[in-house]
C-alpha cells in the first residue's frame, strides 16, 4: 500500500479510480455506474491497470483520519505490563481484533466496515453532505471560498495550532502529560481534515494548492508522531514504574497463549515493537477511506462466477468449439494442480481482490479481510485467514465442571509453514505470497511490496516480534517439530530494534532510502530506539541548516522537548536551549506576543530575560508593552531584570563618546531616530512603579549622553518620561520596608543626579527663553523725510506704542534676566558639594558613570559661565559680569578646575570687555564710581 511521501507532496491528493470491466449480474453493475463518478478510493490500482498508476505515490483518504491510535495502549487507565495479566493473543501476534491493544472509535457518520451487516449495500451511497462531517455544508463552503482566497490557505488555516499548543499544554498539569498529548493529536488531526477539504475544493494547477498540501502533509505526520510518542512512552514511564515490583513469573507453561503473556508481560522490547507495528497499522487503517465503496464489485456469493458462467455454457452447448484452454473444475487449487487459467475477468477480479485482502491485513484488520472474502465466495481464503491464532484449552487450568470453549489452531505449526510454503510459491499472484508472508513472518516474500517507508517498517517489526515469540514457544517445549522445516535465519534471527533499521538504511528501494532522511521519519526513528541523544543531536544539526526549518516542524520539536522535560528525561541541554530560542525567534517573526513570554520561560534565567529584552526592543506601542509586561509576569520572567536589560541595551547600542561643546558651533544637536528610540525606552521602567528608582538611574544615563552631544531638547524628552512623584514614590516604598536608615547609597545619587540635571535644563531653557525675548524687540517707527501732517500724526501714535511696547518688553526682559540669572547660578552653585557630585561616596563603585559626571562638569560648567556672562553683557550689567570671575576664583566652589586653559583666556576676555566698558562709563574697572 502506498503512502505519501515529501518528495511527492505535490501528489499527494491524486485519486486513482477503480472501474472493473467485470460483467456483474445487473443489479450490482448498476450500482457501480451510479458510484463510479463520484467515488474517492484509497487503494492504488494494481501495476498492469493504467500507466499512471506506477508514477502515482500517494493516495488521498475520502474521509477525516481516525484520532485513536489503535495500538496506543491506553485510551483508558490501561499498560501493558498490568493490562496483560490476560491478554488477547489475537492481538499480540496476529492482526485481528485486538481488543487490548486495539481501541480506535470510528469516526462519527463513517461508513460501516462489518461486511456482514444486512443493510451494507446502503452504505454504498451516503449522501452528498456526509462528506463534510456534523458541520452545516453553507458553513463549509463560505469557509472555503474565504480560505482559497487567501494567498496561502495552508498558512492561514494552521496557524491557529501555535496559540493552540500553548493553550492545550497550559491546561494540563505535569501529571496529565498523554491526555495532553492525546489533545496534540487531536488538534493537529483537525486542521489536516480542514486542509483536505480546501485542498479537494482547489483547483489542482493552483500554486497555493501544492503549498497547502505540503503543510497538510507535514502535520499528518505530526499527528502520527504525537500518536507514536504517547503509545510507547506509556508503555516505558509505565515499565520504569513497575520496575522494582515485578517479580519472576512462575505460572505453568500450560499453552501458546499463556506463553505469550509471559513474554508480553516480561519483555518491554517485544511489547513496544508491537506497539510500533499496532502504530504503524493504524496510519494505514486512516489511509483506506471508506473500504465499503469498493465492496460492489464483489457482492456476490458465487466465487469466479465468469468462469462458472464459461464452464457452463461448454457443458450445454457441446457442439460449440473452444479454443481457450480454462480450469474444468472449480476447487481452490484447480489453477494450479491444472497449470490451466480462470476466465479474463474472474483472474482481474481475482488480483483486485488479494490486493485489498493484503490492503486490509496492512491496516490490522485481518477480521475484515476474513468477511470480504466471505462476501466474494471464498470462504475457503477467509479459512486460510484464520490459522495465526494461539491454541489455548481453558479447561487444563479452571477446573470447572463447565466445559469452555477451546481456542485457537492446536496445529498452528503446520499452518505456519504451509503459509511459509505459500508465499515461496513463485505461481501465486504476488499479493497472494505477501499475505502468507505476513502469517509466517517471511520477511524475504514481504519486502517486495512495501512501497513506503511505513511499510517497510512494519514489515520489519511484524517479523521481529513473530520471529521473538516464535523462538519462545520452541524454547518452552509445546512447539511443534514441523517448525523445523521453516529456515534456520527465521528460527534463530537475534532481531533488535536497532537492527530493523540498520537494515531499512540498506533497502535497495530508493524511495524507501530516500523517505529515512525525511525529519519526521528521522523523529519516529529515534523515538521508537528511544535515542534521546541522538534525536536531540539531529535537532541540532537541523537548527543549522538552511533553508530554515518549517514553522509546523520547529513547534512540535519544541513541544516535544517539553514533553521530554516534563517527565524529567535527560537531555543534552544546550541543543534544548537552541530548539526554544530557534521558535522563540519564529515567533517573533510571525509577531506571535501573546506566545513568546512562555517559551521564554523555559530558557534558563539569564538567557531568557535577554531574550526577552531583545523581543521588546520592537514593541512600540504603548499597550502593547504594558501587554507584553503582564505576559512576563505571568510566566515567571523577572520583570525588572528584563526592562532594565531593554534600556540598557538600547542605551549602549552606539557606543559614542563624550565630546566636547567647542567642537559643534551649534547650541543644539538635532535628534535623531535612534535617539528617539532612546527615549521611548524609558517607558518600559515607569509601568511599574517599584522601578522608579531604575528609571531615574536609566533615565539620568540617557540624559548624560544627550547632554554631551548637546542635544538638549532629547534631554528634555527623556525628563518629561519620568513620572514627576517618582522621588516621592522612592521614599515611600523604602518607608514601606520598614526601613528607618537612609536611602541606600545609589538611589541617593540616582535622585541628586535627577535634581542636577533638571537645574541644567531648566537654566538652558531660561536663557533661551531670554535669548528669544532679547533678539525680538519692538520695531521703532520711522518718520518719512518730508512726511505730510496726516504722516506725521500717525508716526506721533505709532511714537507712543512703540513706547509703550518697548517697556512692557524691557520689563519682560528684566524679568527673564532675573530668572536666567537665578537657574544658571543653581547650577553653577549646586549645593552640597557642586553640580553633578554625589553626595553618598560609600555607593557601589561605577567607574564609567563618574567619569561621565566629571566630564560633564567640563562641558557643562564653563558652558553655563558663558552664557550668563552674554546675558549680563547684552543687558549692560557689566559690574555683576565682574563679580562673576570672584565665584569662579572661589576656593569654596572650585569652579576654576573644570575650565581648560584656553577656556579660562576666553573668561578673563570677557571680564576686560566689561571693564573697559565701564570705563568708558566713567567707572572703576570694577564698576564703581571713581573716588574724587
Given amino acids: 500500500m502506498s503512502h505519501f511521501g515529501a518528495e511527492r507532496v505535490d501528489s499527494y491528493w491524486s485519486q486513482n479510480w477503480l472501474n472493473s470491466p467485470v460483467v456483474r449480474d445487473s443489479e450490482v453493475t448498476r450500482a457501480a455506474r451510479r458510484k463510479s463518478s463520484h467515488k474517492k478510493v484509497a487503494f492504488p490500482l494494481l501495476q498492469d491497470e493504467s500507466p499512471s498508476a506506477a508514477s502515482t505515490e500517494t493516495t488521498t483518504p475520502a474521509r477525516p483520519l481516525l484520532r485513536q491510535t489503535p495500538g496506543s495502549l491506553l485510551k483508558q487507565t490501561f499498560t501493558p505490563r498490568s493490562a496483560l495479566r490476560n491478554p488477547d493473543v489475537s492481538a499480540i501476534l496476529g492482526t485481528g481484533n485486538r481488543s487490548r491493544f486495539v481501541h480506535t472509535p470510528r469516526p462519527k457518520g463513517s461508513l460501516s466496515m462489518n461486511l456482514d451487516d444486512s443493510d451494507w449495500t446502503n452504505s454504498l451511497y451516503p449522501s452528498p453532505l456526509s462528506v463534510l462531517g456534523d458541520g452545516s455544508f453553507t458553513d463549509e463552503m463560505n469557509m472555503s471560498a474565504v ?220 477480521d475484515e479481510a476474513q468477511r470480504l472474502c466471505k462476501r466474494c465466495g471464498q470462504a475457503w481464503r477467509a479459512a486460510t485467514l484464520e490459522g495465526w491464532k494461539l491454541y489455548h484449552d481453558p479447561n487444563n487450568s479452571e477446573g470447572g465442571a463447565e466445559l469452555q470453549p477451546v481456542e485457537g489452531n492446536p496445529q498452528r505449526c503446520v499452518w505456519k509453514v504451509c503459509c511459509w510454503r505459500m508465499a515461496e510459491e513463485e505461481q501465486f499472484n504476488r499479493y497472494e505470497r505477501a499475505i502468507y508472508a505476513v502469517l509466517s513472518g517471511n520477511l524475504r516474500q514481504l519486502l517486495p511490496v512495501c512501497e513506503s517507508w511505513e511499510d517497510t517498517v512494519w514489515a520489519y517489526f511484524r517479523v521481529l516480534v513473530d520471529s521473538l515469540l516464535e523462538q519462545e514457544l520452541r524454547s518452552s517445549g509445546l512447539s511443534h517439530e514441523d517448525l ?278 531648566e537654566a538652558h531653557e531660561a536663557f533661551n527663553e531670554w535669548f528669544r525675548h532679547m533678539n525680538s524687540p519692538p520695531v521703532k517707527p520711522t518718520l518719512p523725510t518730508q512726511a505730510k501732517f496726516t504722516e506725521t500724526i500717525a508716526y506721533e501714535m505709532k511714537e507712543k506704542e512703540y513706547k509703550l511696547e518697548y517697556e512692557t518688553w524691557q520689563g519682560r526682559l528684566d524679568a527673564l534676566t532675573e530668572d536666567v540669572k537665578e537657574r544658571i547660578y543653581n547650577v553653577l552653585l549646586f549645593v552640597d558639594g557642586g553640580w553633578m557630585v554625589d553626595v553618598r561616596e560609600d555607593a557601589e563603585v561605577d567607574s564609567e558613570r563618574s567619569i561621565q559626571m566629571a566630564l560633564l562638569r567640563r562641558l557643562c560648567l564653563p558652558m553655563m559661565t558663558f552664557l550668563l556672562l552674554t546675558v549680563l553683557q547684552r543687558t549692560e550689567r557689566h559690574q555683576e559680569s565682574l563679580r562673576l570671575a570672584d565665584i569662579i576664583a572661589s576656593d569654596q566652589h572650585r569652579l576654576y578646575e573644570v575650565f581648560s586653559k584656553d577656556e579660562l583666556q576666553k573668561f578673563l576676555q570677557k571680564m576686560r570687555e566689561s571693564s573697559l566698558l565701564l570705563l568708558d562709563k566713567g567707572l572703576d574697572p570694577l564698576g564703581y564710581e571713581l573716588q574724587s
Wanted: hydrophobic residues 40%.
Fill in 147 to 366: 480560505m482559497l482566497k487567501e494567498e496561502d490557505p495552508g498558512e492561514a488555516v494552521s496557524v491557529g495550532l501555535f496559540p493552540e499548543f500553548l493553550q492545550l499544554y497550559l491546561r494540563h498539569s505535569s501529571t496529565a502529560v498523554f491526555e495532553l498529548l492525546d489533545d496534540y493529536e487531536t488538534v493537529c488531526q483537525d486542521k489536516v481534515n480542514t486542509l483536505r477539504k480546501l485542498v479537494l475544493r482547489s483547483s489542482s494547477s493552483q500554486q497555493k494548492s501544492s503549498k497547502t498540501a505540503s503543510i497538510t502533509w507535514l502535520l499528518q505526520q505530526e499527528t502520527v508522531t504525537w500518536r507514536l510518542i504517547n503509545s510507547l512512552y506509556r508503555d516505558r514511564i509505565q515499565t520504569a514504574m513497575d520496575d522494582g515490583l515485578m517479580m519472576d513469573i512462575t505460572s505453568p507453561s500450560e499453552s501458546e497463549k499463556s506463553i505469550m503473556e509471559q513474554v508480553f508481560q516480561r519483555d518491554s522490547m517485544v511489547r513496544q515493537s508491537q506497539l510500533v507495528v499496532d502504530w504503524l497499522e493504524s496510519i494505514a487503517k486512516d489511509e483506506i477511506g471508506d473500504f465499503s465503496d469498493n465492496i460492489e464489485y464483489y457482492a456476490k456469493s458465487v466465487c469466479w462466477e465468469n468462469t462458472l458462467h464459461t464452464l457452463k455454457l461448454r457443458r450445454d452447448q457441446t457442439s460449440v468449439s473452444f479454443s481457450r484452454p480454462l480450469v474444468t473444475e472449480l476447487d481452490p487449487d484447480a489453477p494450479i494442480r491444472q497449470k490451466r487459467p480462470l476466465a479474463d475477468l474472474d483472474r482481474e477480479d481475482d488480483a483486485r481482490l488479494l490486493r485489498y485482502i493484503y490492503t486490509l491485513i496492512r491496516a490490522g484488520m485481518t
Fill in 484 to 761: 523445523e522445516e521453516l529456515p534456520r535465519e527465521y528460527l534463530e534471527a537475534s532481531w533488535t530494534m536497532e537492527k530493523v533499521f540498520e537494515e531499512l538504511q540498506a533497502t535497495d528501494l530508493k524511495r524507501v532510502l530516500e523517505a529515512t532522511k525525511e525529519h519526521y521519519h528521522v523523529i519516529q526513528k529515534f523515538v521508537i530506539l528511544g535515542d534521546l541523544d541522538g534525536l536531540l543531536e539531529e535537532f541540532g544539526d537541523w537548527l543549522g541548516r538552511t533553508p530554515p526549518l518549517p514553522a509546523h516542524l520547529l513547534r512540535f520539536m519544541t513541544h516535544l522537548v517539553l514533553f521530554y522535560r516534563s517527565l524529567g528525561m535527560q537531555l543534552k541541554e544546550e541543543v534544548c536551549v537552541d530548539v526554544l530560542k530557534a521558535y522563540i525567534s519564529l515567533l517573533v517573526k510571525e509577531k506571535q506576543v501573546e506566545l513568546i513570554a512562555f517559551y521564554v520561560s523555559h530558557l534558563p534565567a539569564d538567557m531568557g530575560v535577554t531574550q526577552y529584552a531583545c523581543f521588546l526592543e520592537e514593541v512600540t506601542e504603548n499597550e502593547q508593552r504594558r501587554r507584553c509586561l503582564e505576559l512576563a509576569e505571568q510566566a515567571g520572567l523577572d520583570v525588572a531584570a528584563v526592562t532594565k536589560t531593554v534600556v540598557e541595551t538600547v542605551r549602549e547600542r552606539d557606543g559614542e563618546e563624550f565630546s566636547h561643546h567647542d567642537l559643534t558651533p551649534a547650541l543644539d544637536t538635532g535628534t535623531t531616530a535612534e535617539d528617539r528610540q532612546k527615549i521611548d525606552i524609558i517607558d518600559w521602567l515607569v509601568f511599574d512603579p517599584a522601578q522608579r528608582a531604575e528609571a531615574l538611574k536609566q533615565s539620568n544615563a540617557i540624559m548624560r549622553k544627550f547632554l554631551a552631544s548637546k542635544k538638549h531638547d532629547a534631554a528634555k524628552l527623556v525628563f518629561a518620561k519620568v513620572p514627576e512623584d517618582s522621588m516621592r514614590e522612592i521614599y515611600r516604598q523604602w518607608e514601606e520596608q520598614g526601613m528607618n536608615t537612609p536611602l541606600p547609597p545609589e538611589e541617593e545619587n540616582a535622585i541628586r543626579e535627577h535634581l542636577c540635571i533638571r537645574a541644567y535644563l
